[in-house]
C-alpha cells in the first residue's frame, strides 16, 4: 500500500510544472510527511494524556492541523471533500498562512532540541514548490492514507524514504552529497561496534544515514531495551549537523521516520566553529561522517582550524579530532588522495592523526563505491588519545565494476568486517609499522605488497548496458524538457 502511494505521489509531482527532479520530489513528500507524522504523533500523545485523565495541549493551533486543513473527515472517516481546500484556496493558504505560521515557531521554541524548534527551522528552510492547488489536492489524499502507528508500518516508510533518498544520488545539484552507501556506513558501524550510553555524532549528516543505520545497530544488538534505555537512545545519543537546507530537512524527516522522535540535528555550518572553543562537554564517543570534498571553504573559516586549508574534507577531519573524547572511535570517509598529497596541510594532517590518535584501518574503497562522484575514497578508523603505531590495511575488491545498476552491497565487506576483529592479514590486507613511515611526508599511500591494483577490464557486454542506460537517461531529460517548452 505504502509503496503504491509513493509512486502515485511521484507521479503527480512529475506533472507539477514546479518540480522538476527527484530532489524536488524528495523534499515536497518530505515536508508533507512531516506535518502528517505531526499529526500523527499529537493523536497518540492526546489519547495518552486522556488514558491518564491529563489534559494535552497540542502543539499545533486548530486552523494549522493537518484535520483542519489538509483532510478534514466526514462521519465516515473518509476526506470531507466538500470542506477541503484545493485549488487557488489551497496554494494561497499553505504558501500565505501555513508556512509563516510553522517557521514562527523557531523563535518561541524553549531550546534547538526541542519538536517546535525543528518545525520552525524545518519551515523556515524549505518552501512550496508545489504551484497547482489541484495536484497539491491529489497528493495530500494519498499521504493522508500512510500511518505511523505500528513498528511495521514505520520500518516500510523508512525503506520508502531511503529509497527515495537513494534516488537523489545522480539528481542533480549536487544530489550525490546526501547519499552514502548504506553498506559501507553498516561496516563502518559494525567496526566501531557503538554501545547503549556512548553518544555518536555526525557533523556532515547529511540524509542522517549514519545515524539512522547505528540506531537500527543498537536496536539489533540490544533487543530487549528497558524504558530507561529507550529513552536514552530517544535523547541522548544521536546528534548531528548539517549546512545545507534541504539535506537537513531530509536528515530530520528520515531519523523520524526510523523511530527518533525529535533528532539532535542543528542546521548550521560545522566549520564556522573555532576549534578552540570546543570543551569536554562538547565531546562524543563516537565520530562517523562522509564530509563533503572538493569544498572550498572562505578565509575566515580557516582561522577557525591550526591546520589552514581550503579543502573542506581536512578541515572536518580536524574537527573530528578535536570534538571526539580521550578513548573516542572514529570512521571518516575522505578521498583516498589525503593518504600521499604532498601540500604542507596534507602532511601536517596527516602527522597530527598519527601522533594524537592511533589509526588502526585503513579500508581501500573502490572506484564506483560512489555512484557518480567519479572519485576513489578510503576510510580512516582512529582511537584518540594514543600515538600510531601500526596501520592496517585492507583493499576491498569486489571482483566486479560497480555503478548504478550493480552497487556496493553489505556481502562486499564481509571479509573485511571479520579480518578487522584481528587484523588479519591476506592478499587484500596487510599491516604497516608507523616507525617504516617517511618522517618528512608521513605518506600512507595504498601499496599492496601482495600485487597492488590490478586493472580491470569490463566487458563488452557491460560496456553496452551502460550505453544503453545512459541513453535512457539521457531520453528521460530531454523528454521532461520537451514537456516545459
Not at 189 to 197: D, E
Not at 365 to 384: D, R, W
Request: glycine share 8%; proline share 4%; charged share 25%.
Amino acid at each position: 500500500m505504502f509503496e503504491q502511494a509513493f509512486k502515485n505521489i511521484d507521479d503527480v509531482l512529475w506533472k507539477d510544472a514546479g518540480c522538476t527532479s527527484e530532489l524536488d520530489y524528495t523534499e515536497q513528500t518530505s515536508w508533507l510527511l512531516f506535518l502528517k507524522y505531526l499529526d500523527a504523533l499529537e493523536h497518540d500523545k492526546a489519547t495518552e494524556a486522556a488514558l491518564d485523565g491529563r489534559k494535552y495541549t497540542h502543539i499545533l493551533d486548530a486552523p494549522y492541523r493537518w484535520e483542519s486543513w489538509a483532510a478534514p473527515k466526514d462521519k465516515s472517516g473518509q476526506i470531507d471533500h466538500n470542506n477541503a481546500l484545493t485549488g487557488d484556496d489551497l496554494i494561497q493558504f499553505v504558501n500565505g498562512k501555513l508556512f509563516p505560521y510553522l517557521h514562527g515557531f523557531k523563535a518561541k521554541a524553549t531550546g534547538p532540541n526541542t519538536l517546535e524548534y525543528k518545525i520552525g527551522e524545518i519551515f523556515g528552510e524549505i518552501k512550496n514548490r508545489i504551484q497547482s492547488g489541484y495536484n497539491l489536492r491529489d497528493i495530500i489524499d494519498p499521504i493522508d492514507g500512510l500511518r505511523f502507528q505500528s513498528q511495521t508500518e514505520k520500518h516500510e516508510l523508512s525503506h520508502l524514504y531511503e529509497a527515495k533518498i537513494k534516488n537523489m544520488g545522480n539528481a542533480g545539484r549536487n544530489g550525490g552529497e546526501y547519499y552514502t552507501p548504506r553498506p559501507l556506513e553498516r561496516a563502518i558501524i559494525h567496526v566501531l561496534k557503538p554501545r547503549i550510553g556512548e553518544s555518536i555524532y555526525d557533523g556532515a549528516s547529511g540524509s542522517c544515514g549514519f545515524l539512522c543505520e547505528s540506531y537500527i545497530y543498537l536496536k539489533e544488538t540490544n533487543p530487549n531495551l528497558t524504558t530507561a534505555q529507550a529513552r536514552i537512545l530517544q535523547e541522548r545519543t544521536f546528534y548531528g549537523k548539517e549546512k545545507k537546507s534541504l539535506a537537513y530537512v531530509i536528515g530530520v524527516m528520515n531519523m523520524i521516520l526510523h523511530g527518533i522522535e525529535a533528532p539532535n540535528i542543528i542546521h548550521t555550518n560545522t566549520l564556522t566553529e573555532n576549534l578552540a572553543d570546543i570543551q569536554d562537554k562538547d565531546r562524543y564517543d563516537i565520530v562517523e561522517a562522509n564530509p563533503p570534498f572538493g569544498g572550498k571553504e572562505r578565509k575566515e573559516v580557516q582561522q577557525n582550524f591550526p591546520i589552514r586549508t581550503g579543502e573542506t574534507a581536512f578541515l572536518f577531519l580536524q574537527h573530528f579530532i578535536k570534538i571526539l573524547k580521550a578513548g573516542g572511535r572514529a570512521g571518516i570517509v575522505i578521498k583516498n588522495t589525503f593518504l600521499s598529497n604532498t601540500d604542507n596541510a596534507s602532511v601536517s594532517l596527516r602527522q597530527k592523526l598519527l601522533e594524537e590518535c592511533n589509526l588502526h584501518t585503513v579500508l581501500d574503497c573502490p572506484g564506483g563505491t560512489f555512484i557518480g562522484a567519479g572519485v576513489k575514497t578510503v576510510v580512516l578508523f582512529f582511537e584518540k588519545g594514543t600515538k600510531t603505531r601500526k596501520v592496517w590495511f585492507y583493499q576491498l575488491d569486489p571482483g566486479r565494476n560497480m555503478g548504478k545498476t550493480n552497487p556496493l552491497n553489505d556481502a562486499d565487506l564481509s571479509d573485511f568486517i571479520d579480518r578487522q576483529r584481528t587484523f588479519a592479514e591476506s592478499p587484500k590486507s596487510w599491516s604497516v609499522d608507523v616507525a617504516a613511515i617517511d618522517p618528512k611526508t608521513f605518506d600512507l599511500s595504498v601499496k599492496n605488497p601482495s600485487g597492488g591494483e590490478e586493472i580491470a577490464h569490463r566487458s563488452p557486454q557491460e560496456i553496452m548496458d551502460e550505453i544503453a542506460a545512459l541513453d535512457a537517461e539521457s531520453a528521460e531529460v530531454l523528454a521532461g524538457i520537451r514537456r516545459l517548452l
